[in-house]
């Protein structure tokens, strides 16, 4: 089966660009989580989407937001980028929002000059 | 507030030696999931072990091994007789009340383990 596949899986912007990354998950999967890592911060959860819903968010500012598609493949996307948004994101899919085991893609890792 | 702890930044070691990661959590909830991920320099997360609050049985697992211990808030993972390619970031994470809707889980902020020939 098929693991969580994400792209792309690196890119180059700019300030002020917006930037959209996409995740599609194990198949059979339904819920998908995004994750932002940094050195400073560590792993940190941005939000999760089930059936089409965003169930859970992050404490992000609105310009990061995500939506999920009824094949249960999701998009984020991040508006008027800052320096600060420079991470890895990570995408990770399970089969239903109930603290099932979240298995992770291989990261966008987005870099904003 | 939920929060996960591991105070070892980094463990170097040599090739066979054995390596003990240590996390501790702290929830108010009582039932929960703690899990291990392991972190390769590719970046992906690879799920290791997950273990319910219930369950406070440890597992060895061909050269890992798990020990939770509830009344400590404690969740230690060792790997038996390293070797190279165990180099990498480990997470440690909590999932959200197994009550509550969403999958959200909480990491610490990494062990990284460098396993050295």
């Known amino acids: 089966k098929a693991g969580v596949t994400q792209t792309p899986r690196y890119l180059i912007k700019t300030r002020g660009q917006q930037v959209t990354l996409s995740c599609s998950p194990i198949s059979g999967h339904r819920s998908v989580s995004w994750y932002q890592q940094t050195p400073g911060q560590g792993l940190q959860f941005l939000f999760e989407?089930?059936?089409?819903?965003?169930?859970n968010k992050g404490n992000f500012p609105g310009r990061f937001s995500g939506r999920q598609f009824s094949n249960s493949r999701s998009e984020m996307n991040v508006s008027t980028l800052e320096l600060g948004d420079s991470a890895l994101y990570l995408c990770?899919?399970?089969?239903?929002?109930?603290?099932?085991?979240?298995?992770f893609g291989p990261g966008t890792r987005l870099l904003v000059l | 507030a939920q929060k996960v702890t591991q105070a070892q930044t980094e463990i170097s070691v040599v090739e066979k030696e054995d390596v003990t990661l240590d996390c501790v959590y702290e929830t108010r909830d009582t039932t929960y999931y703690l899990f291990w991920y392991k972190q390769p320099p590719s970046g992906e997360l690879v799920f290791l072990i997950r273990?319910?609050?219930?369950?406070?049985q440890n597992e060895i697992s061909g050269r890992y091994s798990w020990n939770f211990q509830k009344s400590t808030s404690s969740f230690n993972f060792t790997i038996t007789a390293s070797q190279v390619v165990d180099s990498a970031v480990y997470f440690c994470?909590?999932?959200?009340?197994?009550?509550?809707?969403?999958?959200?889980?909480?990491f610490g902020g990494g062990t990284r383990v460098l396993v050295k020939p």
């Open positions: 273990r319910n609050s219930f369950d406070e």
């Open positions: 990770a899919s399970s089969l239903d929002p109930t603290q099932e085991t979240q298995y």
């Open positions: 994470a909590l999932s959200e009340p197994l009550k509550a809707a969403g999958n959200k889980l909480t």
């Open positions: 989407y089930f059936s089409e819903t965003q169930r």
